[in-house]
Structures are given as structure tokens and as C-alpha cells.
């Protein structure tokens, strides 16, 4: 088992920023890359960014360079710094562990941010 653990989000008027915080225990294969996804209330779960421990990054293209994601080896935990926050990014975010890009099975609770206008 990976324990994943959130923490951030909250309300926020457009054009803010938040940051989510998540860190991921257990067995160290297990929690290679660190991934946020976001679901917003009628849709479908979708890619936010990924982080690997040797700092790699990706990020979902629709996000247009708003979302930053970094990974703290001193504090072994992933950061998602949102900004210039939308209204379209209201959503339930989840962080997931996992060996690499393409596979998290290990998830966190998720965190509501809500954004208005």
C-alpha cells in the first residue's frame, strides 16, 4: 500500500491561485511519478500534470502553462501551483502515486477548488 495524502484547495476568485500539496509514502517504486487529476460535477476524470522524482514533467496541453508542477525531495512531496485560475477549473482534484507516467494506482482523497467568477 502507498498512503497518499492531500492537502490545499479551497475557494478562490478567477484569476488567483492556489496550490495543492501531496505526499505519497510506502514503498519507493511504487511512487516514482506523482500525478494530478481533476474532476469537475458531469464530467470525466482528467489528466492535470505529472512529476517524477528527478524533477520530469508533463502537463495536459489545455492547461496553457497556468499550472506549474514540482517535486520537494527534502519533504518528499509534490506541489501543483494553479494560476490565472478559471472558472472551468472548478473542480474535485486528485493526487495519485505510481511507478511511472502511464500507471497510478495508488490515490489521495481528493480536494475541492472552486473557483468563481
Known amino acids: 500500500q502507498v498512503p497518499v495524502v492531500q492537502s490545499g484547495g479551497g475557494l478562490v476568485q478567477a484569476g488567483g491561485s492556489l496550490r495543492l500539496s501531496c505526499i505519497a509514502s510506502?514503498?519507493?517504486?511504487?511512487?516514482?511519478?506523482l500525478g494530478w487529476f481533476r474532476q469537475a460535477p458531469g464530467k470525466q476524470r482528467e489528466f492535470v500534470a505529472a512529476?517524477?522524482?528527478?524533477?520530469?514533467?508533463k502537463y495536459a496541453p489545455s492547461l496553457g502553462g497556468r499550472f506549474t508542477i514540482s517535486f520537494d525531495n527534502a519533504v518528499d512531496t509534490a506541489h501543483l501551483l494553479m494560476n490565472r485560475l478559471k472558472v472551468e477549473d472548478t473542480a474535485v482534484y486528485y493526487c495519485?502515486?505510481?511507478?511511472?507516467?502511464?500507471?497510478?494506482?495508488?490515490w489521495g482523497q481528493g480536494t475541492q477548488v472552486t473557483v468563481s467568477s
Open positions: 495519485a502515486a505510481g511507478p511511472d507516467w502511464d500507471d497510478f494506482p495508488y
Open positions: 510506502g514503498d519507493h517504486f511504487s511512487r516514482v511519478a
Open positions: 512529476v517524477t522524482r528527478d524533477g520530469s514533467t
